[in-house]
T-cell receptor, first 112, second 114 residues
Framework: EDQVTQSPEALRLQEGESSSLNCSYTVSGLRGLFWYRQDPGKGPEFLFT???AGEEKEKERLKATLTKKESFLHITAPKPEDSATYLC?????????????FGSGTRLLVRP | GAGVSQSPSNKVTEKGKDVELRCDPI?????LYWYRQSLGQGLEFLIYFQGNSAPDKSGLPSDRFSAERTGGSVSTLTIQRTQQEDSAVYLC????????????FGPGTRLTVL
């Protein structure tokens, strides 16, 4: 069964304190791994897609990396506005609907 | 341009009543998805529409749930005889035919069943 597990469930950081969020996955052939940001009361907002092990992508203070079993979202010198829930999802290679299989997310709180 | 819109933003209903949730996808997007997000849980796939093809209904949790998409645009998710466990945020997403890795989400409808 295709599955995504995220850790930790919640993370509190001081402004400027760098850390990483983890996303472990099992999927019958990976088409892509996705990171989304979700603010309270809003829908998920796309951040990155990673396709193959070793790939890395960056956007401002965020960097996503991918191995054959997991992905990390590194947050460098976070600011309070980075506070949100970060969702990881995978797409299975053989799925013709291209649906996303999500983890339960990591709630990040960055204190000033 | 306009993003995905959903209505209502909040819906409170009594157990046993039927509800309809609406999704307006991004103009020109042929693919449309419904997901459900229960408290503390990740998003759970419900149903997928692509153009005039038969929908992928594999994620619908029971026969009380149904969805339709009229004219290849607006979609309605209907839940009959609602139960308390149906309380969740229902999210709609759309994408274009050729960009299979870019799903754009609406703000969701928060459903509360009393």
């Amino acid at each position: 069964e295709d599955q995504v597990t995220q850790s930790p469930e919640a993370l509190r950081l001081q402004e400027g304190e760098s850390s990483s969020l983890n996303c472990s996955y099992t999927v019958s052939g990976l088409r892509g791994l996705f990171w989304y940001r979700q603010d309270p009361g809003k829908g998920p907002e796309f951040l990155f897609t990673l396709y193959s092990a070793g790939e890395e992508k960056e956007k401002e203070r965020l960097k996503a990396t991918l191995t054959k079993k997991e992905s990390f979202l590194h947050i460098t010198a976070p600011k309070p506005e980075d506070s949100a829930t970060y969702l990881c999802a995978v797409q299975a290679a053989m799925d013709s609907s291209y649906k996303l299989i999500f983890g339960s997310g990591t709630r990040l709180l960055v204190r000033p | 341009g306009a993003g995905v819109s959903q209505s209502p933003s909040n819906k409170v209903t009594e157990k046993g009543k039927d509800v309809e949730l609406r999704c307006d996808p991004i103009s020109g997007h042929t693919a449309l998805y419904w997901y459900r997000q229960s408290l503390g849980q990740g998003l759970e796939f419900l149903i997928y529409f692509q153009g005039n093809s038969a929908p992928d209904k594999s994620g619908l949790p029971s026969d009380r749930f149904s969805a339709e998409r009229t004219g290849g645009s607006v979609s309605t998710l209907t839940i009959q005889r609602t139960q308390q466990e149906d309380s969740a945020v229902y999210l709609c997403a759309s994408r274009s035919l050729d960009r299979v890795n870019e799903q754009f989400f609406g703000p969701g409808t928060r459903l509360t069943v009393l």
